[in-house]
């Protein structure tokens, strides 16, 4: 298949994409403790209340609601203190009509008593008795039993990324281990013969690889885990060889091609020989990235990246991110924050493609933000490293105009 | 000193914390494949130019500018082709008047030539020459030594946190080892009688460890690192034993204290036992975590959190993050982007009090956000773990009104 018989839109290579593949989620065991950032593979269920106790949410008394009717600064009510509640403990005693309880904050309330009167309150008398200058009503200052989770409730469903307050309701609960997706495995290999590990001094014509750890970055950040096969030669046995061997060992691959023309037709060839239904979408309309590939061979997703580490970089953090989640079982995703500030220059670009532009965010004295482009070359790693994010042209406009409120994708 | 003596603002509390240490940051070197995310420790300087030879950005031939001024389609300028420039090595070549040579994207242009023809505005003659139907100006389609980056130059400033971007970049100049900052070793006590490990079942007037747990989660991903020093009892031997142990241990510690204000007041001394200057601040205008401690002692921070997991993780989440990035050293952070939202009900909140209040983020069909509060006692952890982030009410606000737009701090 030549490059760019047809060209796709961004949207329409994920469609083609997502109908040829089944994303499975792998899943293992692990401690809670252990799991934040990860995403839950199964509903989790409570199998209590919680509190499992009715609780004090303040330093006071326990009592008896209703015989703290009527009470007042000038008509206060008078009850016994009868005993003080052990932290952490069960009050061995209940409330009998007047009688009161020295209770702390996230004590357990004696039986009988209904409500926690604020220490701030009432005032203490040398017989032993205390003044309750102000009515409570039943419940007040008390947590009840199952008030935060009932016995038997859905806590997190499935498909939940986990941040420190799940986390913290789990250990809540005694669910020190939970079931989580296995992150998918992505092979990384770069190709071309002027590539070399970065390790090393360059020759003339020699420049060293980028593209297999700006991309490990990236798929590490979201949730996945990386294969590393190096620097691959430009040739159609070496590829195959490789190709093959990342394909059997990993969940999924990306290839960054080569630069030139043929190096690319040379990915997508072998893509279609390891198996079907092969490449889908060969040429985005999009820059930077035009030349991308997606495959499937046996349920398994193949990618073919530019050899340019800006688009290959730029590709991946719009396109290869709902993959990812895809196979981790993210379901509905949290509200994404977004930044948004004025562009500063007018930037033209091609109707029927859609541009993303590195771009400086800039705050002004009034707080709000300036989107600045930062123009050079699109194959200049430092475009992007000098860049705090991208702009998005749409594929139906020819350009933004200065002054334009723009929504910068920070990377 | 007793609880809330005189309680400050939580920029005023910073301020008395920040005014009383000289962060200093230790560093360290490490890998830079693994340094995603981390900060660097010094200004990292580039030794070479780059690129460190001309090259190609398309697939065509290398040619001198000048013999293809006045080309057209009707009138092409004929070049011969002297050679092929092989990629990943120097052209043992350079070009003479009327030669071009092929080359490949990312190929070294040979000596003497100064700019590339597309091979689309090209045609290649059985006699070895090409057509060429268009004029290219010097430079045109090649990336100038040094245009992404001068030897010399400052790449990455001290104080950057990394992105893939970065790492890309590093690659790039063969800086593969870099030196950045060690995160802040955090030790974490959890104090009160009536927590137990989440490992554990419950008795009667017995919770679970939640806060530990939370903090540790967050830590971590703020860049930080934790060292768990478990539940210590409510007593004051107990607790200064274990404090006195963390203090020497970390870098700095965080203790949720009991619930009730004694064992927050047993904190705040204990804390000032370890050392001057000692308690800084022992209340805050906020809320949730009104009873929050700052605290200093030989250079390491100590911090009091309210036992209630709803107000520690607030806290920790809007005060203890500008902390952690002080001790990595973090310059100039990236913008931050922002959630905004219109909330859905009126909320009445007390003049001279920050308040935070957690909210769960709806899409309209529109695509905009609406905010609606999460009610509920603000000791249940799972107010938390039902929401999607917090919206602050200004000191100086006595509520919000239903339709405000709202920026919500996602959790």
Redesign the interface.
């Known amino acids: 298949m030549p490059e760019f018989l047809s060209l796709v839109t961004p949207d329409k290579a994920l469609d083609l994409l997502f109908n040829a593949i089944n994303p499975e989620v792998k899943s293992e065991i692990i401690q809670?403790?252990k799991a934040?950032?990860k995403v839950t593979a199964e509903d989790i269920l409570s199998l209590q209340n919680?509190?499992?106790?009715k609780?004090s949410?303040v330093?006071g008394y326990a009592v008896l609601a209703k015989e703290t009717h009527g009470a007042g600064e000038s008509l206060p009510a008078y009850l016994t203190i009868k005993d003080e509640v052990?932290?952490?403990?069960?009050?061995e005693f209940s409330l009998a009509s007047q009688e009161c309880a020295l209770i702390?904050?996230?004590?357990?309330l004696p039986k009988d008593a209904d409500a926690v009167i604020m220490i701030e309150d009432t005032q203490i008398l040398e017989s032993g008795e205390i003044e309750v200058f102000r009515a409570v009503a039943k419940g007040e200052n008390v947590?009840e039993v199952g008030?935060?989770?009932s016995a038997g409730e859905t806590?997190?469903p499935k498909g939940t990324r986990l941040?420190?307050?799940?986390?913290?309701?789990l250990?809540?609960?005694?669910?020190?281990s939970i079931r989580t997706a296995i992150p998918p495995v992505i092979g990384i290999l770069s190709s071309?013969?002027?590539?070399?590990p970065?390790?090393?001094?360059?020759?003339?014509?020699?420049?060293?690889?980028?593209?297999s750890?700006?991309?490990?970055?990236?798929i590490?950040?979201l949730g996945g885990e990386v294969t590393h096969y190096g620097i691959i030669a430009?040739s159609r046995d070496e590829m195959l060889k490789a190709l093959k061997k990342a394909h059997q060992e990993c969940d999924h691959l990306i290839v960054t091609a080569?630069?030139?023309?043929?190096t690319r037709d040379l990915t997508a060839e072998i893509m279609n020989i390891l198996g079907d239904p092969g490449v889908l979408v060969h040429g985005i309309s999009i820059k930077p990235g035009k030349p991308t590939i997606f495959a499937v061979s046996g349920g398994k997703i193949m990618i073919g990246l530019p050899?340019n580490?800006v688009s290959a970089?730029v590709i991946a953090t719009i396109l290869v991110s709902p993959i990812i989640e895809a196979y981790l079982g993210v379901k509905s995703s949290?509200?994404?924050?977004?930044?948004f500030a004025e562009l500063t220059v007018n930037i033209s670009s091609q109707a029927g493609r859609e541009d993303w532009i590195p771009v400086r965010?800039i705050?002004t004295p009034e707080g709000s933000?300036l989107a600045e482009p930062v123009f050079?070359?699109s194959?200049?790693?430092?475009?992007?490293?000098r860049?705090?994010g991208l702009i998005k042209i749409p594929a139906s406009a020819t350009g933004l105009e200065a002054g334009s409120l723009v929504t910068?994708r920070?990377?």
């Open positions: 809670t403790e934040s950032g919680l509190p499992d106790f609780r949410t330093d052990p932290m952490g403990d069960e009050p702390h904050t996230g004590g357990m947590i008030e935060d989770v806590i997190i941040r420190p307050a799940e986390i913290g309701g250990m809540a609960l005694g669910i020190t071309g013969d002027e590539i070399i970065p390790s090393q001094k360059t020759k003339p014509g020699e420049v060293r690889d980028i593209n750890y700006t991309l490990a970055a990236l590490e950040d430009d080569g630069s030139s023309a043929s050899g580490p970089l949290r509200p994404e924050p977004a930044l965010v705050k933000f050079g070359r194959n200049l790693i430092f475009i992007l490293a860049s705090d910068v920070l990377i």
